[in-house]
């Protein structure tokens, strides 16, 4: 087994463009929800009565620099907000369970290049597991007691290289990021929708008296549209973050399978997993994108169905170990 | 006007991209070149750990002196050899002898759940493990670098300066089989 197998890259590649298509929609609602504020209620387009005075967005510059603000706080703080939350502690050497999991995450830096991450164990009986960290050189690697106890080594391997990939891939970046921007999108939502209460509709927000009635038919269309994303806003994030990462799922699975060259041994791992679909009561909500499997043990994740997969964070685990089998087959 | 921009643009536009390709290929060669003395350094590191961790089960497993013997054996080879194919040959029995020894283990229940003989077996698994992916990794270095030497218009820029396919590492069959072994830890 000298050669990665072609269909991991290809996985690979897929999964990559879905990521950068929902980083773009996220950072267009971003935008237009700024617009559609300079729009209606600090009546940017003052047009009325002829003459035409020039747009200056001041809310779409001001939304994006919150979101960038907001990202880069959560670049630097996130991941040790994250650690502190779950009671994760660094891995014992002198416990023998800690060690091999030291042991398993050495052979996984080793087989993926990547430097040595820094290691967790979170004191839940309920096996999971989770990346953090802006970059690979600030990488954490965090699995729960549960994990190490009820995983044999090649199981273990399985999920670490799972976690390992996650880093590789830069998921861990990118989760920080998109929780970043969730958070400014709500956050700007909800300021929308308080001045649209507070405002009314011939509001006298803004130094020109920005009211504005009829106007052209184009003009109430997306005035419609933006109030309903107003509205929305919350959950359209919400199932952004959650695709995001589902399709990150994946990809972790495909990278686990290049480092250890078996598919198996996670595919095996995330079967007694699921078994154990206790929630992780040490993890957060707010965490639960960055598991292995989703902390909360909701059945929703066990569907595949429309609705279902639109609030579920993590693939179907049935899914996920149909294609390591795959992968396992197209091998021999 | 425009045309003159144009004509100024194209070969600034070709050279940063060829720039780029060659960063590219540079880049490549040096994760190969750190990959290879990884390997080196796993290697190391198994020759310094296995007097310590023999030294700890000794008393313990008198009746498999020989499989013990038969691992400092081919650890003193490992260390002795100076050639690059004697040391691959030397490596490679060393390898075999651990396997044997974490095969005969398995033989012995009694001494299987014995807390320093549990961490010797964990600790052979592991460094043979690293080893062994440190091997993969550098082999799957090896095949994106060469492979990017192949793929136009990378070609050009690999063929301009010299650039030369990296060699594959050979994995033996034997060496292979030894990170099976199966050591569950329930």
């Known amino acids: ?18 990521t950068a298509f929902l980083i773009i929609a996220f950072i267009a609602l971003l935008v237009v929800l700024g617009f559609g504020f300079d729009l209606f209620l600090m009546g940017a387009r003052a047009d009325r009565g002829g003459a035409t005075v020039p747009f200056i967005p001041i809310a779409a510059p001001i939304a ?8 880069v706080g959560g670049y630097y703080g996130g991941a040790s907000a994250v650690l502190a939350s779950s009671r994760a502690r660094p891995a014992d050497p002198s416990d023998p369970r800690e060690q091999t999991l030291l042991n398993v995450v050495s052979e ?19 096996p999971n597991a989770f990346a953090v960290g802006r970059d690979p050189e600030h990488a954490a690697i965090t699995v729960t007691r549960g994990l190490l106890e009820q995983l044999d080594r090649e199981e273990l391997q399985g999920v670490v290289a799972h976690e390992m990939g996650h880093v590789r891939n830069l998921d861990i970046r990118t989760m920080t990021l998109v929780a970043a921007l969730l958070g400014s999108l709500v956050l700007l939502s909800d300021f929308a929708a308080r001045s649209i209460r507070f405002g009314g509709a011939g509001g006298a927000r803004g130094g020109r008296g920005g009211s504005r009635r009829g106007g052209e038919p184009l003009i109430i269309l997306f005035f419609v549209v933006w109030i309903a994303l107003v509205l929305l806003t919350p959950f359209i994030g919400q199932m952004m973050a959650f695709a995001v990462s589902r399709s990150r799922e994946y990809h972790a699975d495909a990278s686990a399978a290049e480092f250890t060259r ?20 040490a993890i957060g909500r707010g965490s639960a994108h960055l598991c ?6 909701r059945a929703v994740n066990e569907r595949e169905g429309r609705v279902a997969s639109l609030f579920a964070t993590h693939p179907p685990i049935a899914k996920r170990i149909a294609i390591l089998e795959s992968m396992a087959g197209a091998r021999a | 006007m425009g045309f003159l921009l144009v004509f100024a643009l194209v070969p600034l536009l070709v050279v940063a991209w060829a720039i780029g390709l060659y960063n590219g290929l540079v880049r490549l060669r040096v994760q190969v070149e750190s990959a290879w003395k990884q390997i080196d350094v796993q290697l190391k590191r198994r020759h310094d750990l296995i007097p310590n961790l023999v ?11 020989e499989t013990l013997g038969k691992v400092m054996e081919a650890r003193a080879k490992a260390v002795g050899a100076t050639t690059v194919a004697e040391k691959s040959a030397a490596e490679s029995a060393l390898s075999q002898s651990i ?7 398995e033989n012995y229940p009694d ?14 698994t592991t460094t043979e493990n690293q080893i062994g992916f440190s091997r993969q990794h550098y082999n799957d270095l090896v095949m994106r670098f060469n492979t990017q030497q192949q793929i136009f218009p990378a070609s050009l820029v690999a063929g301009m300066f010299g650039f030369k396919p990296a060699e594959f590492l050979q994995i033996e069959a034997g060496e292979r089989a030894v990170p099976s072994v199966d050591l569950s830890l329930t």
């Open chain 1, 1 to 18: 087994m000298t050669t990665a197998r072609p269909e991991l890259w290809e996985e690979q590649a897929r999964n990559r463009r879905a």
């Open chain 1, 64 to 71: 994006l620099l919150v979101g960038g603000l907001q990202a």
């Open chain 1, 108 to 126: 996984m830096r080793l087989a993926s290049g990547l430097p040595m991450p820094k290691v967790y164990v979170v004191p839940d009986a309920d």
């Open chain 1, 262 to 281: 078996n598919p198996i041994g996670l595919a095996r791992a995330l079967r007694k997993i699921e078994a154990a679909a206790a929630p992780t009561t």
């Open chain 1, 292 to 297: 292995i499997a989703d902390p909360r043990g």
């Open chain 2, 55 to 65: 030294n700890t089960v000794k008393g313990l497993m008198k009746f498999e002196q």
């Open chain 2, 99 to 105: 396997g044997r020894f974490l095969a005969v283990v």
């Open chain 2, 111 to 124: 001494i299987k759940s014995n807390q320093s003989v549990l961490k010797l077996q964990e600790e052979l």
